[in-house]
């Protein structure tokens, strides 16, 4: 009987778990396979597995092309036992489902089929080397799957669904944007063609009609603004009429289309998604409540006792403290229990359900909320040296750093200190002065945390105490070893110098949290971060794939030497074809797809978007004409597609923080802990309590970005 | 008595069309001011405002330095003409409004200070001309505040307004992102500084502080990207990843901030504009009712007869059936009399108060919603030769242009058409193919007027019935035109030809026509020309104030000459100052400040961003260094605010249209004619019918863009 409580409870505990973090799948409620899953679940797994994931992807730095050459063998090796990792991963995950939803989900076939292809072309691959045969590693392609369909990496899985469902769209759009421009192309061919007009570089202008749409299609994107219109304007001014008509239609308005589309569907879909979620985390709860219900009365219950079981197993780590206020909210009029579902789950709006106050529901939203117990300590040095730290010069010194004027004082010595930084670093009276603003930087750290209790001075929430104290120490430590490198072996290393620099300059970011207005901005900049990395993931993904592509096709076909070198072709980056270019003329050469990091910068600046005609036109010098519709292909996933959901990510992210109101659940834990005021004062002297400074999880279902 | 009637009923009148255009005057209710105010507001007055306010503005290309030079004294007779105009319509303004309100306007106040100025510059300029003195006519940039400041352009006044709300918050995070900029410059400087590197035109790279700081401004506009870059990352790879994190986060991250900055307020703003719009309207609409009001029982009516009167008065042409329609909605139940307002307006919300169905206020909102009465008339050939028209062969052919396959008929010869024009001109056959497609389509028109009745297929709403006719009757007598020139004087004239080919292509349009998703978003496109009006009305003030600084500063430094011209410095735009600069060699010179119509072009090249830092460095040289200000300005005021403002039109625009449902008021006239189905039918005996296609007009209090 204990034991089927026990079972009753642990099962309870996952499905509040799932709640809480919005997972959504459905486990087998066998007494191991929850074991399983809270396994599966646990966070050593899931960083073990990004990990894998990342060790898989950054394995096109060690294989050839490389960056760093590692032999065959020892990448092979790597590459296998990610594969085999991932495959423990999946198997691990097939235990802890129901057979038939596992073999449903496209996802786990999607990982299955991946891993065979990785391990096929690996075989085959080996094969052929031994034979001495070159091939192509084309499974290399297929990696990125694992970083989208491993079940961590949701958001990520929600930007891809959100641009698939926003492909139908967007096609239209696309088509009709495509049709505008074969109209204003072949007006060019028929008013330019015959002019015999040249370009600045002396060549045919618009005479042929695939190269006019290239032409104009590059227009759209502004980077060949205003040249491709100069050999026109100079014939006669009112051809410029023609192309400000097509900027006004193609750039501005088909370009704002796409974002309005993009963005109109985003918000659509993410509005679909938050509803299924709190849809699925209500039916979670309601499971978790059917497991531990009680009678008691007219009424199913939850037991204190249990409830209070039940949070520990959740959420091991929450204070005894905050575990009471939980309660206190929960069961409201303090009767022992938690009350019942007070809707059932199908009739209730779902995106309302958090607001069902006093239900057992609420209690993953609760779990969400970060409430901060700041243990009001004593000063350590107040406990060993008591007399000291109280005495006067001692509280006249603390009372200071806590002036306004101190901060102040050290903001002026900050921006002396960026004066000294413009100045010359040859003066050795300058490169003393750095001396002495660093250690004005130490003290004041050092002032600090005799005035402030060092734990709450370090605390999880004080991101610039961090940031500062990091940057001081990091900016010792360098100026130190670089200063010994130089009196020791006369010698300054470049790498280190670089980065005593960088840190010395960081340092006056920290101006902008003196001022008001600036901390409000740079704290949504800091809360929209997670967004960010998801959109971080995305352009990951499609980086991968197409440096991976771009390395098959361009590969060693532009090569760069530094400026002395006597190679032939050198100024042509080993091309004689580039001849004349401007890819050539503009010293290009280092942006080439010879290993996986130069690809990433190459598809950086292609995605800033600025020259990247003359990238195209470069590559397609050296290879085969339709190297073109390489770049067309990442002009148009990249900057129309993933750089508009940037921006939609932004604007949404951005909106919402303006029209952040705490939610329902923030608001009754505030109150509550305004209502206990006294409770707290009480509780307080066994060392803890509740600050009413609480705030929404990121989550998804946490926030409500739509009204 | 009958007089102080029908005076009542004027001023009703007067109430309700402001009511219906959202006209916010409080005008004096005395009858020769209610008659001066209807002048006031009629078209012809309005019409002739807004032509001599682009006058005005025009004046600019004949004024010294001219696109087509006139005397002084014919410009500044005209301007005097244009500023008399303006002080007529502000007297006639103050005629009709009360005393207090007129002079507490600021655009009151703001027009007459412009006249002023305008005058004294006028007269200084023309007195120091007589004494051959060279002066500025500085009092040129005051011109467009006539365009903002008139009543009839509320839209950009909005425009305006909306921007000014949002100076604050833009400010804040322009002054971060400077912080921003001016952080990575002083690192870039400590970074690169003393590397003794070389761009790719051979000039010391990173040396000077305010040239970095520039040099990454211009990389946050991705202007130069990857050539600022290349020199740093040919020195060290690793120094890319400078340029990454300043790209990211100052382009994507801090750009995206201002569009959402932008956004938000755009939003925010306008939700208080129509609120306030609509609770005016509701006020003008109570007015009017107190008005014209009669005891009827327990409250206060409007008879049917006074009713239709005003509606006679308000909208002269509206059918007879289309204001029985009216009243129908107004009097549900037939009662012979309109209801009274039902909610006093201070207590209704005024966002819903046009869903307040059968009372007198939703007046002017049923006025303002289009019903097309489709008059179901018999051809005319029907009625002239009934025998021929009815005839066996008239039917069939009638049957065949009613058919799809008619359509798809012409479609495919339309894509015939395209291949046609991509091919060479010079073979004779293919200029007598024109011939033949013209003929084709001019059959296709006679077809279809022979088919369907003329006055409907050139109705309102046929769009592309009009595009259609007019696109190939232009093509026909330009063609013609362009023959007869050959064949009698054996020369081109190169406009006519140009004009040729460009109706040649337009005629493909027509095919986005057939396809029913393309012409969604023809609609859609085609429904927000009105809202891109006003932002083309916001660029042309911006345009014309930076315009007539930049002739002031840099008229006459840079100079076009031909290709083949032996002038001294002819390739370096006649200033030795560009000799080796990029400007020069990017063969740049016709894009100068030497009259109004280039400086548009030029503002416009720098509106789409690409090379601007060429062009900044460009004219800086041939000038003094803080020419770079003016370019830094424009982009600031131009690219971050209007073109953001513009974006967060199009896109709110979209999403209006998106989620156009109907409006209550809508349903309710649809509903209507539906019950009246059959009273209708009767009605149409007499020649008219209300169809049941419905629209909003396009006016903020029409549409509810907001949930």
């Not at 780590?317 to 009471?324: I, K, N, Q, V």
Request: charged letters at 20%; hydrophobic letters at 50%; aromatic letters at 14%.
């Amino acid at each position: 009987m204990a034991e089927a409580a026990a079972q009753d409870l642990l099962l309870a505990a996952a499905f509040v778990s799932d709640a809480q973090y919005n997972r959504n799948i459905p486990f087998k409620t066998s007494p191991e396979a929850v074991r399983l899953y809270q396994l599966y679940n646990h966070w050593m797994m899931r960083t073990a597995t990004y990990f894998f994931i990342f060790l898989n992807l950054s394995l096109a730095l060690f294989e050839e092309p490389a960056v760093y050459p590692l032999p065959f063998l020892a990448t092979s090796v790597l590459e296998v036992l990610c594969l085999l990792v991932f495959l423990g991963r999946l198997t691990h995950f097939a235990k802890v489902t129901l057979h038939n939803v596992f073999w449903k989900d496209t996802k786990n076939i999607c990982i299955m089929v991946a891993i065979l292809l990785s391990l096929t072309d690996l075989a085959i691959y080996g094969v052929l080397r031994l034979y001495d045969v070159r091939s192509i590693r084309w499974s290399r392609i297929v990696r990125p799957i694992f970083l989208i369909n491993f079940a961590e990496s949701r958001q990520i899985r929600r930007a891809f669904r959100s641009i698939r469902n926003t492909l139908p769209e967007i096609t239209y759009v696309f088509l009709l944007f495509m049709f505008s421009l074969l109209m204003f192309s072949l007006m060019a061919l028929k008013l330019f063609g015959e002019r015999n007009l040249q370009t600045a570089e002396g060549l045919p202008y618009f005479r042929n009609y695939l190269e006019i749409v290239f032409d104009l299609y590059v227009l759209v994107t502004t980077a060949n603004s205003p040249d491709v219109m100069m050999p026109a304007f100079d014939f006669s001014s009112w051809y410029a009429l023609f192309f400000i008509a097509f900027v006004i239609i193609n750039t501005y308005i088909f370009m704002s289309l796409f974002l309005a589309v993009v963005y109109n569907n985003y918000k659509k879909h993410l509005k679909n998604e938050i509803r299924k979620l709190a849809y699925m985390k209500r039916r979670k709860m309601i499971e978790a409540f059917n497991l531990l219900k009680e009678k008691e009365g007219e009424q199913f219950v939850v037991r204190e006792a249990r409830w209070k079981q039940l949070v520990k197993l959740v959420a091991p780590d929450t204070s005894s403290s905050h575990r009471e206020l939980l309660l206190r909210i929960s069961d409201d009029e303090q009767k022992g229990f938690v009350g019942t579902v007070y809707l059932p789950w199908d009739q209730a709006d779902p995106c309302h359900s958090a607001a069902d106050k006093k239900s057992f529901v609420q209690l993953a939203d609760l779990l969400n909320i970060q409430v901060v117990t700041l243990k009001i300590r004593r000063h350590p040095l107040a406990r060993w040296v008591p007399a000291l730290y109280g005495s006067a010069p001692s509280r006249l010194l603390r009372s200071v750093v806590r002036h306004r004027a101190f901060v102040w004082t050290y903001d002026a010595i900050i921006l002396i200190n960026a004066i000294f930084i413009a100045l010359d670093e040859e003066s050795p009276y300058i490169s003393y002065a750095e001396w002495v603003f660093l250690a004005v930087y130490v003290l004041e750290i050092l002032l600090k945390v005799y005035t402030y209790e060092p734990r709450e001075f370090f605390g999880k929430t004080q991101f610039w105490n961090w940031f500062d104290t990091l940057i001081i120490f990091a900016a010792l430590t360098a100026t130190i070893l670089n200063a010994t490198l130089k009196s020791t072996m006369k010698y300054n290393s470049q790498q280190i110098l670089d980065i005593v620099f960088i840190l010395r300059v960081l340092r006056l970011i920290r101006i902008v949290d003196s001022i008001q207005r600036f901390r409000v901005i740079m704290n949504t900049l800091i809360n929209i971060v997670p967004t960010m990395l998801t959109f971080g993931g995305l352009t990951l993904v499609v980086y991968c794939v197409f440096a991976i592509i771009g390395m098959e096709l361009f590969h060693g076909k532009i090569q760069y030497f530094p400026a002395n070198s006597n190679t032939p072709h050198a100024l042509e980056c080993g091309n004689p074809a580039l001849k004349d270019s401007l890819f050539a003329r503009g010293k290009y050469c280092k942006n080439n797809f010879n290993n996986f990091a130069s690809s990433f910068i190459v598809l950086m600046e292609l995605t800033v978007v600025n020259q990247w005609h003359v990238f195209a036109n470069g590559f397609a010098n050296v290879t085969a004409q339709p190297a073109k519709l390489y770049f067309i292909a990442f002009h148009i996933v990249m900057v129309i597609i993933i750089v508009n959901i940037f921006v939609s990510f932004i604007l949404e992210a951005f909106f919402v923080e303006y029209s952040l109101e705490k939610s329902e659940v923030e608001t009754a834990i505030e109150q509550k802990i305004q209502e206990l005021g006294m409770g707290v004062q009480e509780i307080q002297d066994s060392g803890c309590s509740a600050a009413a400074h609480v705030r929404g999880r990121d989550t998804p279902g946490g926030r409500r970005p739509f009204l």
